[in-house]
């Protein structure tokens, strides 16, 4: 069945990057777009960005612009967020999803970002 | 940026009550508007796309309605299972933007 997998919780110190990952299987990784989105606690879900698996074109949110970085490996069927410049307000838990329908998610993977 | 208000914030209620979510676009999106069902501890899960269109295998229960900018979601009957965050979402603009979120509680 369609699933994506993400790699395993991050914890960060203020100023480092993260980089998750998104693991893809049972459909073609490079016919849709990959969306990456981030829950904060106590906070409404926040779209970061996407990825044409295909093309490799990138659309980001201004909020991350020059922060967040979406790439993807066909051979390896996996996207990757890579976040800059990590504040304690970057801890969340980041998401990936398939498609314009959002469908479906990966697991989620905490990152914790603390001094 | 396109704002997403859902009401109310939260809500408890009966099972096998009537249940409705609103969510009001700050512009027309289009009926470029998802639904998202998130219970405890887990990822959300797509309930309906295109305002009015149930996921396979959505209980028939659920039903979205509305243009413009408001949009409604209906639980006709609440189950115990129902119980979850339930979240709005336009796609028509970017940045992609969801609603604040309606916790239903038992």
């Known amino acids: 069945q369609v699933q994506l997998v993400q790699s395993g919780a991050e914890v960060k110190k203020p100023g480092a990057s993260v980089k998750v990952s998104c693991k893809a299987s049972?459909?073609?990784?490079?016919?849709?777009?990959l969306h990456w989105v981030r829950q904060a606690p106590g906070q409404r879900l926040e779209w970061m960005g996407w990825?044409?698996?295909?093309?490799?074109?990138?659309k980001y949110s201004q909020k991350f612009q020059g922060r967040v970085t979406i790439t993807r490996d066909t051979s390896a069927s996996t996207a990757y967020m890579e976040l800059s410049s990590l504040i304690s307000e970057d801890t969340a838990i980041y998401y990936c999803?398939?498609?314009?329908?959002?469908?479906?998610w990966g697991q989620g993977t905490l990152v914790t970002v603390s001094s | 940026d396109i704002q997403m208000t859902q009401s109310p914030s939260s809500l408890s209620a009966s099972v096998g009550d009537r249940v409705t979510i609103t969510c009001q676009a700050s512009?027309?999106?289009?009926?470029?508007l998802n639904w998202y069902q998130q219970k405890p501890g887990k990822a959300p899960k797509p309930l309906i796309y295109?305002?009015?269109n149930l996921e396979t295998g959505v209980p028939s229960r659920f039903s979205g309605s509305g243009s413009g900018t408001d949009f409604t979601l209906t639980i006709s009957s609440l189950q115990p299972e129902d119980i979850a965050t339930y979240y709005c979402?336009?796609?028509?603009?970017?940045?992609?933007?969801f609603g604040g979120g309606t916790k239903v509680e038992i």
């Open positions: 999803a398939r498609g314009q329908g959002f469908d479906p």
């Open positions: 990825i044409n698996a295909g093309n490799a074109n990138t």
């Open positions: 049972g459909y073609t990784f490079s016919g849709y777009t």
């Open positions: 295109d305002v009015s």
């Open positions: 512009q027309d999106i289009n009926n470029y």
């Open positions: 979402q336009q796609y028509d603009n970017f940045p992609l933007t």
